[in-house]
């Protein structure tokens, strides 16, 4: 009872905290539409909020047609991450493990994909891992990254 608590604030948490914001870097096409946009693979990049020193790069397939270009169509739960240390790290405040860093629906109701971090202290390393879930179920489909923490001193 008391991990269904847990996991019912840590959503709410989310749900109420400001959202990280993606900044889109490229895409490919994958399926040639006749109507409406292509499917694509979309590449987008987005800082981590509680991490300074570390952006990730999330790779992730987009539905296209005419469902896709009004923005109704549910997109598959391919995704791929790699997150990178782009200057000093320092960890701007504490987190929980398994926290929620960035989301992004990927269908009008009930599919997200997430990413959430993990901190491996006995190797002092940061862990990303992105997945997709829904209301009833979610796809094992998933995609892992490791960001070292350098240590400063002597």
């Not at 790069?57 to 047609?65: F, N, P, V």
């Not at 469902?67 to 960890?91: E, H, M």
């Amino acid at each position: 009872m008391n991990r269904n608590l847990f996991t019912l604030a840590m959503t709410l948490g989310t749900l109420l905290a400001a959202p990280v914001r993606a900044e889109e870097i490229g895409s490919v096409s994958t399926v040639f539409k006749m109507l409406g946009p292509n499917d694509k693979i979309v590449i987008e990049a987005f800082d981590d909020p509680k991490v300074e020193g570390v952006t990730c790069y999330l790779s992730r397939a987009k539905r296209g047609g005419i469902k896709g270009g009004l923005g109704v169509a549910t997109d598959t739960s391919d995704a791929s991450i790699a997150c990178r240390q782009v200057g000093p790290i320092k960890l701007k405040t504490p987190f929980q493990d398994g926290e929620v860093v960035f989301q992004k629906d990927t269908s009008v109701l009930f599919k997200t994909m997430q990413v959430v971090r993990f901190h491996d202290k006995k190797r002092d390393v940061l862990i990303y891992l992105v997945y997709s879930d829904k209301l009833v179920d979610g796809s094992p489909k998933n995609s892992v990254t490791a960001v070292p923490i350098k240590s400063t001193g002597p």
